[in-house]
């Protein structure tokens, strides 16, 4: 089954091969994005087009135009400016009323000044972000999924069929995802496999699997085997994921013992201290009040912080 557009007279028609019983579909935007089209078309389309912003949308998988996401960043900064301008006003009044003029004036400035400008950088270096976590997320998985790909290889299976099975194995994560869209530019629009292949290196954004890619493009265009290629790849990623397992292993010791000192060791000697400081010395409220802060945000945060560079790299591990 095919799906023909309409071109002018001269202008070659591409054909987009489609499954029996599929329609062509589309990404639809949400009616808050239609909208921020609707009011920042002109100043986004005024700009000259950002390439490393497209880019980073391809790399993220983000199914939206750079024109389009930049005019949805600037419609969410401008709903934040006014939601946080209204309360920065009325919690700026309350302290105001409440005898602290200075804060007062401070907060009422700040949230609306401040507000804005974080959300517009939050938002515009969020496919950067994403873009970099995907990456992040091919490298834990690529081991494991070169080792499906030299098994595959070593059956003497296709390499077109080898990236089909590779993107049906969810398992993998991202690694499939690529994969699945490597088979979508050869069966959906028709690309060779070897283009396919180069253009999946150049949207990837891990950079080992970029040149897991081009290895293969150059292996096959030079006449080379595939197989031994696989082979060796599969080799290498593990020797690799097991070195990179055993740095991390070696930083969750490091902060195991680090966490043993700045966490434990050092808030008990600083409550200690203080305490006999308030016992002695004259400023008993005011160091009651640093003893307060010490307990209900020092060590919490402390804790929290080292829970979450934990976590983060058990995760990885996984």
Known sequence: MAATPTAAAGTPVRTVRLKRGEQPT????????????RMFRGRVLARPPDPSLE???????????ADEY????????????????????????LFWLSGSAFLGIGIGIALPVLGPLLTFLLLAGMPASRAKERGRKIDRRISP????????????????????????????GEVAEEAAWITRDTELLGVDILTAIRNGAQRSP??????????????ATSGGQLKPYFLQKAQQFEQENKLENLQRVETMGLLAETFVTVVVAFPLFLVIIIAIFA??????????????????????????GFIFFMYTLAQEMN
């Open 70 to 93: 930049m005019a949805t960043v600037y419609a969410t900064t401008l709903v934040a400016g006014v939601a946080l301008a209204a309360v920065g006003v009325v919690v700026g009044a």
């Open 26 to 37: 589309h990404s639809t935007l949400s009616a808050f994005q239609r909208w921020a089209w």
């Open 206 to 219: 891990s950079k080992r699997f970029q040149d897991f890619l081009q290895g293969v493009v150059t292996t």
């Open 55 to 65: 880019e980073n949308l391809l790399k993220a998988h983000m199914r939206v135009r």
């Open 145 to 172: 999924a070169m080792s499906f790909v030299s098994a595959m290889s070593s059956a003497d299976v296709n390499v077109d069929q080898i990236f089909k099975e590779l993107g049906r194995q969810k398992i993998y």
């Open 279 to 304: 016992i002695i010395g004259g400023g008993g409220a005011f160091m009651i009040e640093i003893l307060w802060g010490i307990v209900l945000a020092l060590i919490p945060l402390a804790q929290f």
